[in-house]
């Protein structure tokens, strides 16, 4: 009985064709695409984001590969925070690097017509200076990068993924502000 009750049940499983399994990828693809966009453009209207970061790159172009809980741009409401750090933990935030928090004195988001990418360009002042951040995001978050301007002249570049401040996607941690 219990071999007919298989058979029976492996009859009901027909396998689904190349085409059939390629169509329902590609399916699942472009469902996931869009709740990103809309997490993303949601993210964008509250104005609580995080730009985790995984690379940075400095003035002299240099490229280095870091951990995204400890390096981002993050957004919430009318402060900004910048934060860097290293892995040896020795440095100004109590993480190997400098944590800054500044108000937000203009902030101007455009939404590109032909792939639907943002552009943010946003000024914050706090007690460590003035900091100019243009942000580029792709309409699904995954893609961000984060050119921040000092007004000392310094210039940083961050590349990673944008996720709303709320969730279990914008797990950072903040460091000890430097200024």
Aim: glycine share 12%; charged share 20%.
């Amino acid at each position: 009985m219990l071999l007919f009750a298989i058979a029976a049940s492996a009859q009901d499983k027909v396998p689904l064709t190349k085409q059939e399994k390629k169509a329902l990828r590609q399916e699942q693809k472009r469902q996931s695409e869009i709740i990103l966009a809309r997490n993303t453009s949601e993210a964008l209207k509250s104005g609580c984001f995080v730009l985790k970061a995984d690379q940075l790159r400095g003035r002299g172009g240099y490229l280095m590969s870091v951990n995204p809980t400890t390096n981002f741009v993050a957004v919430e409401g009318e402060e900004a925070y910048v934060q860097i750090a290293s892995a040896t933990g020795i440095g100004y935030n109590g993480l190997g690097g400098v944590t800054l928090r500044g108000k937000i004195t203009s902030f101007e988001i455009e939404q590109g017509n032909k792939h639907g990418s943002y552009t943010i360009m946003m000024n914050t002042v706090g007690t460590g200076g003035m900091l100019t951040i243009v942000m580029n995001i792709n309409k699904t978050g995954e893609m961000a990068s984060a050119s921040v301007h000092t007004n000392w002249g310094s210039r940083l570049e961050m590349n990673g993924a944008l996720v709303p401040w709320t969730g279990t996607g914008a797990k950072i941690y903040k460091g000890r502000e430097t200024f």
